[in-house]
């Protein structure tokens, strides 16, 4: 039996979803850097997103399993933090899962503003794409989201914070 | 081109004692900060504390991390086996969490040099460390941007949230100033660019946060120099200490929490 090609694994790490958000996979959110096959296994280079997320440890587990499903013998997982995970590596096809969701994809990171910018980016309401919309809370039900209204459809829901 | 950088005992001794200091500040800020879970004026803003009170631990998991791969020890052990004496937070991080206004303003204050010191660290030639400070800066900001909301909001209240706000802000500034204190074997370490320069550190953290406490109409107290230190602690650290270690005291031999 012939060992299965990078290509086999990165399929399986498709099938990890986030478990916050299982609309979307690790690797469409940008958290997968790289998959190494070595004489001791596979390794899998992983950034994470939130360093207090808790859904870090799940999405581990999730990895190991999913590769182990495709034919690995051994799985370690890395953490690598350079450079650090930001939301311009989601891809495009998971901004537009993220908005079918519900959940606001984030607004483009602007590295010059990394602290003191008061101003929230404007964001669209992803039930009916007006831009009038407002932040009714900072902090969401996870980490990585914030709560907002749309003004226009006055429907409620929640944004990808832009880091 | 700068000369490589040998890591020599004493300076991996001086980050070693930073990481830690760091990590200390985060595990007691936060416990504190959670204590408001379920219990703060607003569900927005338990949501918001509960948040917060994650990011903080998940930094102080970061800079735990980076004690660990230098010296070898366990963050657990760490975290949930030392006494009030071995801990390195500053006096600040362990003072019960007092009012609405109090908790605004020790994590404003609070907020502002964690900024300012991750923003710094970013350019450090331990690369693990400036890593590890790119990705907390992220976090961090949307903590400063909440609390300096807090601060003005309150500050420009009522009556008795002014008055709130000036106590809480006399009470808490010779503790904020004293998160600058360097550490004993630091110099080395931050003249060869290792770490960042704390008393520089003091003087952008003062320019930003008086432009904001004195635009608000609070007044910057005069401070005498605290009885306590990173070294000796304030009795209200052991209680914090209990409450947070018990359930890992009870079970010492337990894996998966």
Known sequence: MTAPSAQTYWDALRG?????IPVVNIVEMGMVRGVDI????VQVRFTPTFSGCPALHVIRQGITTALTAAGADAVTVENVFSPPWTTDDITPEARAKLETYGIAPPAPNDESSLFM?????????????SFDTRITASFGSALCKRMYVCQACKEPFEGMKSV | MTKPLILTEALKTALIARFTALADDEITLSHRVAEWTGHAPLLEEDIALANIAQDELGHGTLWMGLRTALDG??????????????????????????????????????DA??????????????????????????????H???????????????????????????????????????????????????????????????????????????????AS???????HHTEHLPPLLADFQRVARAFPDSQVW
């Open chain 2, 73 to 110: 020890s366990n963050a657990d052990a760490l975290a949930y086996h030392r006494d009030a004496a071995e801990y390195r937070n500053a006096p600040l991080t362990e003072l019960p969490k007092g009012d609405w206004a109090f908790t605004m303003v020790r994590q404003y204050l609070f």
């Open chain 1, 117 to 129: 910018t008061l101003e929230p980016d404007a964001v669209r309401c992803p039930r009916c794409g």
């Open chain 2, 113 to 142: 040099w964690e900024v300012l010191w991750l923003d710094t660290a970013r350019q450090s030639r331990y690369t693990p460390l400036a890593d590890a400070a790119g990705q907390a800066l992220r976090e961090e900001k949307f």
């Open chain 1, 38 to 41: 070595g004489e001791h296994g």
């Open chain 1, 16 to 20: 990890v979803a986030d478990p916050e």
């Open chain 2, 225 to 231: 120099p605290l009885p306590y230190s990173r070294h």
């Open chain 2, 144 to 222: 400063l941007q909440h609390t300096a909301l807090w601060v003005e909001r309150l500050a420009l209240g009522t009556p008795e949230s002014t008055r709130r706000m000036q106590a809480a802000l006399n009470q808490l500034w010779a503790y904020a100033l004293a998160l600058f204190d360097p550490l004993p074997a630091e110099a080395d370490a931050v003249a060869v660019g290792l770490l960042p320069d704390v008393a520089a550190l003091q003087t952008r953290w003062l320019e930003l946060v008086r432009g904001h406490l004195e635009g608000v109409g609070l007044n910057i107290p005069s």
